[in-house]
């Protein structure tokens, strides 16, 4: 039995495919049943859409570059001041955000190392240093050619992570 399946949606939680009434997260809703449940990463970037995601998508959500622009996402959504979250980041929220040089290297580079763009951030190009130099098979026509359509499924094997192309990049974020 599987616990739960994560989908990142790089169209955004609510993204369907090409000629379906419904979006990812409700077709696979569907497939798995009750036991297992769904996770959708994608598009998350405030109170109404967590809202929305939740209710009508999917049963659990992944904030993740939500969570980048404001590290107090999911707190300040149960702490009732959902509306007090940044869904932009600017050179002043991404000292708040306290990034590690990896994740600051990637989203001020143009091509975002292939990652989907973060909500304003063509205010902090020009922040981007060069630290650690051009990254060989990382950039995005790497990665968009690994991602398949504009659906990517994580399966996560942690003992297999420093052996795959993934882990090489996951392992360039967190220096």
Request: proline share 3%; no cysteine.
């Given at each position: 039995?599987?616990d ?8 955004g ?24 449940k769904?996770m ?13 995601a939740?209710a ?27 509306d007090?979250?940044?869904?932009q ?30 909500p ?14 051009e ?11 690994k ?14 992570l ?14």
């Open positions: 039995m599987v739960y399946l994560s989908l990142s949606i790089w169209g939680y609510d993204a369907k495919p090409k000629g379906a009434d419904q979006s990812f997260g409700q077709i696979f809703k569907q497939i798995v049943g009750d036991d297992t769904v959708v990463v994608g598009g998350v970037f405030s109170e109404a859409a967590a809202t929305d939740v009508n998508h999917t049963d659990l959500i992944g904030g993740g570059r939500g969570t980048l622009i404001d590290p107090f996402f999911g707190k300040k959504i149960l702490d009732g001041q959902g007090t979250i940044v869904s980041i600017s050179p002043e929220q991404v000292k708040k955000a306290a990034w590690t040089p990896g994740l600051f290297e990637a989203f001020t580079r143009e091509d975002s190392l292939g990652l989907p763009a973060l304003g951030q063509e205010s902090i190009l020009s922040l981007h240093t060069g630290q650690f130099g990254v060989k098979g990382m950039g995005s026509s790497t990665w968009r050619s991602r398949n359509g504009e659906l990517h499924f994580q399966f996560r094997l942690i003992n297999n420093k052996r795959t192309h993934l882990g090489r990049w996951v392992r360039f974020l967190v220096q």
